[in-house]
Nanobody
Framework: QVQLVESGGGLVQAGGSLTLSCAASGSIFKINAMGWYRQAAGKQRELVAR???????NYADSVKGRFTISRDNAKNTGYLQMNSLEPEDTAVYYC???????????????WGQGTQVTVSS
């Protein structure tokens, strides 16, 4: 059973920083892309950042220059470094990863449980 567990959310003042972590566990053969999404109250879930297995990244325009996504393949863990946080960044942040389990022939997307990030003005 593959699981994604996020950590690192919390309350921070505007201009502050937080680092989110997403640890994948279970019987994993390969992790393909990893990504972070967020969903603010009353809004649709949106892509924040994504990193593929080769390390190529893409970001939402609203976070470019402020957020950095990375991964540690040896630890099966992804990270989202968030700097210069703004109240508009307040949301539940979800980790997403496309993973091929050892018991499967086809990879699929997995989601974490979500972690709350609140930025006060």
């Amino acid at each position: 059973q593959v699981q994604l567990v996020e950590s690192g959310g919390g309350l921070v003042q505007a201009g502050g920083s937080l680092t989110l972590s997403c640890a994948a566990s279970g019987s994993i053969f390969k992790i393909n892309a990893m990504g972070w999404y967020r969903q603010a109250a009353g809004k649709q879930r949106e892509l924040v950042a994504r990193i593929d297995s080769g390390g190529s990244t893409n970001y939402a325009d609203s976070v470019k220059g402020r957020f950095t996504i990375s991964r540690d393949n040896a630890k099966n863990t992804g990270y989202l470094q968030m700097n210069s946080l703004e109240p508009e960044d307040t949301a539940v942040y979800y980790c997403n990863s496309n993973i091929l389990p050892r018991s499967m022939l086809i990879s699929r997307d997995y989601w974490g449980q979500g972690t709350q990030v609140t930025v006060s003005s």
